[in-house]
């Protein structure tokens, strides 16, 4: 369970917000694949291989940001994350989709991937636990854990729609500019989130 009295907490309601708009960022990778097939012309199914660029630098800065997180908390690390993945968005919504080429691409994910490296979990798991007590530690990852799947599942419906608006690439297009909108948002609330004095 976890107490409705939370609401009233600044940061804990930030964190929430936060963590939904990354829900919305991590659930819009998934179409990644077929962006890269439609942009190149590539066949169905080889898209996949376009993910690795985000996997590989995901994986070298989630650690990286683990261990930043112990040494200056959780906010510059998520800053800088978002940050990160805007630049590598709009990058893609830019540069990569305008003028498509693997490489074009393969820069624009790997941007992404070191921002969602930085962005995704540890630093809002350690956000609403620096925020509640002992005793409702697992109630509170359960809670944002929640808040972020609700972003994965209502995020899709608005890039679907915004891709089946426009002809061509336009849509995929406008699809990386509003993950992109959804970023700086969560960043924009971040600027508002104050760790609790020790």
Do not use: W
């Not at 624009?108 to 995704?120: D, N, Q, R, S």
């Not at 995020?155 to 915004?162: D, E, I, M, S």
């Amino acid at each position: 369970m976890f107490h409705l009295e939370c609401f009233h907490s600044r940061p804990i309601v930030i964190t929430m917000i936060v963590s939904f708009f990354i829900g919305c960022f991590v659930i819009s990778l998934v179409l990644v694949p077929e962006l890269a097939e439609f942009a190149m012309g590539d066949p169905i199914g080889s898209g996949g291989f376009y993910v690795l660029a985000i996997g590989l630098t995901s994986f070298i800065t989630t650690p990286v940001g683990g261990k930043l997180i112990d040494r200056v908390g959780p906010k510059p690390v998520l800053v800088s994350g978002l940050a990160v993945s805007i630049a590598g968005l709009l990058y893609l919504a830019l540069v990569a989709v305008a003028a498509p080429s693997a490489p074009t691409f393969v820069v624009g994910l790997a941007i992404v991937g070191a921002g969602m490296g930085l962005a995704m979990g540890a630093p809002t798991n350690y956000m609403i636990l620096e925020n509640t007590g002992e005793g409702d530690s697992t109630s509170a990852i359960a809670a944002i854990t929640l808040i972020r799947q609700i972003g994965t599942s209502l995020a899709p419906a608005v890039y679907v729609g915004l891709i089946a608006s426009s002809p061509g690439l336009a849509g995929y297009q406008h699809m990386l500019l509003c993950v992109a909108i959804f970023n700086a948002l969560a960043l924009a609330a971040m600027l508002l989130y104050r760790s609790p004095s020790r």
